[in-house]
């Protein structure tokens, strides 16, 4: 079964603070390593895919990275904008269906 | 522009109750999912449909249905509603692989008193 734990559940920053957000994860055959922002009372909205180990991406202040075990989404000085919960998900090679992580909810102080 | 809406928005309703929350995307997608959302839980899967007449369940799929007579369209029908149906819901589509993740809808706030 695929397992996706995000950590921490919650992260305070003061503005231009940098720091990042980790998703470990089991899966038997990683097709597709997904993150998405979800701001408050909306849907989560697609930011990255990483396919495979070494691979990274970049938007404007938001960077992933991908290991065989985990991704990392760094955020490089973050606005207060970037409050918002951060989720993680992997697609496996048996089926077309994402197994999320719990989120991290990422809050960004003036 | 390509869309997936959910509707009601906002929905209470009594305990005992058979309410229907609706979905309807127009990326021509043939997967589509229903989720809820709590607090500690995260995101969980009730049903998902890969196409036209075909439907699954997902983990937390009791006391739960769907229907999926058209590629637009994924119902989902709380048979009778109970309070620990509470929650946020929301809907995704994808296309025929899961490569490209989900497009989700904004979700609906059911309350069962």
């Known amino acids: 079964e695929d397992q996706v734990t995000q950590s921490p559940e919650a992260l305070r920053l003061q503005e231009g603070e940098s720091s990042s957000l980790n998703c470990s994860y089991t899966v038997s055959g990683l097709r597709g390593l997904f993150w998405y ?3 408050p009372g909306k849907g989560p909205e697609f930011l990255f895919t990483l396919y495979s180990a070494g691979e990274e991406k970049e938007k404007e202040r938001l960077k992933a990275t991908l290991t065989k075990k985990e991704s990392f989404l760094h955020i490089t000085a ?3 904008e970037d409050s918002a919960t951060y989720l993680c998900a992997v697609l ?8 999320f992580g719990g989120g991290t909810r990422l809050m960004v102080k003036p | 522009d390509a869309e997936i809406t959910q509707s009601p928005r906002h929905k209470i309703t009594e305990t005992g109750r058979q309410v229907t929350l609706a979905c309807h995307q127009t990326w021509n997608h043939n997967n589509m999912f229903w989720y809820r959302q709590d607090l500690g839980h995260g995101l ?8 036209v007449h075909d439907t699954n369940k997902g983990e937390v799929s009791d006391g739960y249905s769907v229907s999926r007579s058209n590629t637009e369209d994924l119902p989902l029908t709380l048979e009778s509603a109970a309070s620990s149906q509470t929650s946020v819901y929301f809907c995704a589509s994808s296309p025929g692989t899961g490569l490209y993740g989900y497009t989700f809808g ?8």
């Open chain 1, 37 to 39: 922002r979800q701001d």
């Open chain 1, 78 to 80: 973050p606005k207060p």
């Open chain 1, 92 to 99: 496996n090679n048996a089926g077309n269906m994402l197994t």
């Open chain 2, 44 to 51: 969980r899967l009730i049903h998902y449909s890969y196409g």
């Open chain 2, 106 to 113: 904004s979700g609906t706030r059911l309350t069962v008193v």
